[in-house]
């Protein structure tokens, strides 16, 4: 499963039995910690889940940025909540690749955060099974 962490909104992927196929699943927004992790187990149990790639922003200069650390805690948040390996993948530029697919289908990116945090995660997840068929 690939997450594209945010503050308000929580982007999800998930590969099919494969692992060829990336799929997206439907954004969780942030309310609360307590609801937010419980629809992240339902998601790990339903869809039998062995690892998470998380999404990671490095910066261009190689320095963590405020929204990286915050990635780094929630990884530790995950870490302990469901005992999983966790791998973190580099995301800069998911967002405005995101955003370009919305244009290639003819909509506007503008208010479609939920949708632009989706398709990063099917990015994340497509970069991750990609990188490891070359292995």
Request: proline share 2%; glycine share 6%.
């Amino acid at each position: 499963m690939a997450i594209d962490f945010g503050k308000r909104h929580i982007g999800l992927a998930v590969s099919d039995e494969t692992k060829t196929i990336a799929n997206g699943l439907d954004t969780i927004h942030y309310v609360n910690r307590k609801e937010m992790m419980q629809k992240l187990r339902n998601i790990i149990k339903e869809k039998e889940v062995d690892k998470i790639v998380l999404g990671y922003p490095f910066s261009m200069s190689g320095k963590s940025s405020s929204i990286g650390l915050e990635v780094l805690s929630f990884r530790q948040l995950l870490e302990t909540e469901f005992q999983l390996p966790i791998e973190l993948l580099d995301e800069r530029f998911t967002t405005e690749m995101s955003k370009d697919i919305l244009r290639e289908m003819g909509k506007k990116p503008i208010h479609r955060k939920s949708l632009i945090d989706k398709i990063s995660a099917v990015i994340i997840l497509e970069d991750y099974l990609q990188f490891i068929k070359k292995q």
